[in-house]
């Protein structure tokens, strides 16, 4: 109803709105504001005596049905409360321009007609956020927690205020945007991919129908402080000041990446002002965080999770780390070997040169705890720069290009690091793509390096065990790259647990084709050499390549990846006597980063007679958990053991592997387990395993489960000696009528038929219902249905429950490793094609 003065008062919303049960509406009366009462709108699912309440504010031009979902999915003993602000929603429109400080006090008011005395977890998006912050300031002592989405406080110094805003709040625009059309409100949910769905928008237009409802939109959008004399400049940059009021008070950040209007640059200004907070970042979302991911899933399990938040951090490890402690750093051994005619540098030239870049990182604004992403190739410049930016405290960022543009791209954005150091082709690329981050040449490292290294430089204290080291990217192989945060001490224990399982001494010498393992070389006290390859493709490492690098550095100890090895055997006809002698005194030769076939290191063997072949197993999270030989591998194979899963071999010393048992639809389910034979998801814990994920709160939180373990997602079976066989991923299960099914066993009878290089098997169909399609590599020219022989051939060694068979010329697999293979992407592509698609290239 509208009165004479303009007021509407305060209504029930419709009762057919999706995913809004009527039941929650009430409508709530605050005699005290504006000195003559006002009528809320508020959806409360009214549970007594909750353990924590939950206190929702909306931004512009939303309303409570932002939080149906959470008020929908809120344990039995936690109350949601989600407001429609005064003259939004269905609340009531007093004609009152309600700025900041005004909404501030309103919600005050609210919160104490309702007697809200707390514990109290305040939620806010948008708009609502900076509102929901100015009460929680004025509630410090009720507070349990503060939860924020795509928000901001601040518009960080030296950039502009989003677009969207500028050009909405332009006297031109703004009353014809926000009131007179719904516009406003049209393009705010437009802003989501994929669409969010008609009914749902249907809900949120509900309140806005006509233009004397959508006055505030117009109210809020002034509202926003651009200019310093704005009236709610001086509340919101009090509000911004005064976030240390919340430094013992858990924050969580969710974040959709891909807002045009908060972006990450307002995440990372929050960060600064709280950086206790955990944070959640969903790379695809946009601004309507909560509609384009399960925002409120993780949102309820960090409330949940409270009570383990409060808790006194153990203490933290203050000696300084041993990465940098050396003994062989004064030496005159050789450190790095040099790569095309470059001179080798000795352990104490590499010390001095490590101290000399970090001096100069120090000139050029680096300080301590600052994030350093480089993009160098393996070898010596960036062995020099990475343990320089240890040297001074730094977290070093590798984002290695076998990532692809696109995973590069969003892994820097996530990552955030303050400066770039990298290759002329590495800054320029950063600056055509906008990294974050003060770009740095190597070019400029090395010239400056060459001018100190003479000088004895004051550096700062060495870091200390607990200070964060790096973040390191996953492969992205089965799902988005995700950046691993390590500390200084778990790389130390990563680096002894190296040493101990390979008896590594000061007189190996290491020719290492697998980037990450490369680095270790001097923290190792071992000289060390990277072939002549590209690293981000691991098949181009040829035979001659390898053997050149073992010869410069008479190596002891080779270490590569399954694809670089397979072109390896490939290309051994073009090894000279030279080659082979050196690889006939090579004592170890390692590969990992995918599973490796037997058939494969009885070929690598023969190159290198008289070397132990082993393969580590593990994850970017996690290397080494468990180790196995070829000749474990050829007895389990005498024994007609092999065929049930990759046997990765038993726990390393100081690892401990459990399994968590697969329920009928191949979800992990029930309490860890070590029984032999029972399949389930592989979970880890040791010394050297990861801190957690960085900005990933939620997955961190899944995958640590029990506290201190790792999940791995790899899925896999104890035998009765210990050992540790993989059946495939957990996202790779095939949930059929009969039961869980993992793919690696069947793929591994498949790949025995002589016209088969490589086989996949992937689920088409429900959960719970599907059907077992195999995918196999032949020498076809185009993907085609198998004809009747191959799929009576695969029938016969896998089982007539496989309903069809695939032929490609080639199974996709990883940018990274050439090794992984995309059963996901294979997976849609054969629903396709079954389903009648047009076949195509998966």
Avoid at 480 to 505: F, M, N, W
Avoid at 563 to 577: G, M, S
Wanted: charged share 20%; aromatic share 6%.
């Amino acid at each position: 109803m509208v009165d004479a003065a303009g007021e509407i008062a305060a209504s029930l919303p419709p009762d057919d709105l999706d995913g809004l049960d009527p039941a929650w509406s009430r409508l709530v009366r605050v005699p005290s504001t504006d000195g003559v009462g006002r009528t809320w709108h508020l959806l409360d699912n009214q549970v007594a005596d909750p353990t924590v309440t939950l206190l929702c504010v909306h931004g512009n031009p939303s309303w409570s049905y932002l939080y149906r979902d959470l008020v929908r999915r809120a344990p039995d003993d936690v109350r949601v409360i989600a407001v429609d602000q005064l003259e939004m929603g269905f609340s009531e429109r007093s004609g009152t321009v309600r700025r900041l400080a005004t909404r501030i006090d309103d919600l005050t008011q609210l919160t104490d007609e309702l007697a809200l005395s707390g514990p109290v977890v305040s939620v806010g998006h948008d708009w609502g956020g900076a509102i929901s912050l100015g009460w929680a300031l004025r509630h410090v002592d009720r507070l349990a927690g503060v939860v924020l989405m795509n928000t901001a406080v601040h518009q960080p110094e030296g950039s502009p205020a989003p677009g969207l805003i500028r050009i909405a709040r332009s006297k031109p625009v703004l009353r014809n945007l926000t009131v007179r059309t719904p516009g406003f409100v049209t393009g705010a949910l437009g802003l989501s991919y994929p669409p969010i769905p008609k009914t749902v928008r249907r809900g949120f237009y509900a309140p806005y129908r006509s233009a004397d409802r959508r006055a505030a939109i117009a109210e809020f959008v002034g509202d926003i402080p651009l200019e310093p004399d704005h009236p709610s400049a001086g509340p919101l940059d009090a509000i911004a000041d005064g976030l240390d009021v919340l430094a013992d008070v858990p924050v969580l950040l969710v974040w959709g990446a891909q807002d045009r209007v908060f972006s990450d640059l307002y995440l990372h200004d929050l960060e600064r002002r709280m950086p206790h907070a955990d944070v959640h970042r969903y790379p695809k979302a946009s601004h309507f965080v909560s509609e384009d991911a399960d925002a409120f899933g993780p949102i309820l399990e960090w409330v949940d999770a409270l009570d383990g938040r409060r808790q006194q951090p153990s203490a933290p490890d203050v000696r300084p780390t041993r990465l940098l402690d050396v003994p062989a750093w004064s030496g005159s051994t050789v450190a790095i070997a040099g790569a095309d005619g470059a001179p080798d540098l000795t352990f104490a030239d590499y010390a001095a040169r490590v101290d000399a870049a970090a001096a100069w990182l120090i000139a050029e604004g680096v300080s301590p705890g600052d994030r350093v992403a480089l993009m160098i190739p393996p070898g010596a410049d960036l062995a020099v720069a990475l343990y320089a930016a240890w040297r001074i405290g730094a977290v070093i960022v590798l984002v290695d290009s076998g990532l692809g543009p696109r995973g590069m791209n969003a892994a820097m954005r996530v990552a955030d690091p303050a400066h770039l150091l990298g290759i002329r082709r590495a800054v320029v690329a950063a600056r055509a793509l906008r990294w974050p981050g003060r770009r740095l040449s190597v070019d400029d490292m090395n010239e400056a390096v060459d001018r100190l290294v003479e000088i004895e430089h004051d550096l700062p204290p060495l870091p200390t065990a607990d200070d964060p080291a790096a973040v390191v990217f996953t492969s992205g192989a089965t799902g988005p790259s995700k950046g691993v945060l390590y500390g200084h001490r778990q790389l130390e224990a990563q680096r002894d647990a190296l040493r101990r399982l390979y008896d590594i001494t000061d007189d190996d010498r290491l020719a290492a084709a697998f980037a990450p393992f490369a680095l270790y070389g001097p923290a190792l006290g071992i000289a060390s050499i990277v072939p002549d390859m590209d690293v981000a493709a691991p098949g181009t490492l040829t035979a001659t390549a390898l053997g050149d690098a073992a010869v410069s550095v008479d190596a002891t100890i080779v270490f590569a990846s399954p694809a670089a090895l397979v072109n390896v055997v490939a290309t051994a006809d073009e090894l000279t006597d030279a080659h082979r002698a050196v690889f006939a005194q090579v004592r170890l030769v390692l590969s990992a980063g995918a599973p490796v076939r037997a058939s494969l290191l009885r070929q690598v063997a023969a190159l290198f007679p008289n070397a132990a072949i082993r393969t580590p197993y593990g994850m970017t999270e996690c290397l080494p958990v468990a180790d196995i030989s070829l000749t474990d591998l050829d007895a389990l194979d005498a024994a007609g053991q092999l065929g049930d899963g990759v046997c990765v071999g038993r726990p390393v010393a100081g690892v401990d592997v459990a399994i968590r048992p697969l329920d009928e639809l191949g979800v992990p389910d029930g309490d860890l387990v070590t029984t032999p034979g029972v399949t389930g998801e592989v979970v880890v814990r040791a010394a050297h395993m990861r801190v957690g994920y960085d900005r990933l709160w939620y997955t961190e939180h899944r995958a640590s489960n029990p506290e201190g373990w790792h999940a791995t997602g790899d899925v896999g079976h104890l035998d009765d000696s210990g050992r540790l066989w993989v059946g495939g991923r957990i996202g790779h299960v095939i949930a059929t009528g009969r039961g869980a099914v993992t793919p690696v066993r069947l793929e591994q009878q498949i790949e025995t038929l002589g016209d088969v290089r490589a086989a996949a098997v992937v689920g088409v169909g429900p959960k719970g219902v599907q059907q077992l399609v195999a995918v196999v590599e032949t020498d076809t020219k185009r993907p085609r249905l198998a004809d009747v022989a191959l799929v009576d051939a695969v029938r016969s060694v896998a089982g007539d429950d496989i309903v069809a068979v695939l032929e490609v010329g080639a199974i996709p697999v990883d940018r990274r490793h050439n090794s992984k293979i995309d059963r996901s992407r294979l997976g849609e592509w054969a629903e396709r094609v079954l389903a009648g698609g047009r076949i195509g290239t998966p």
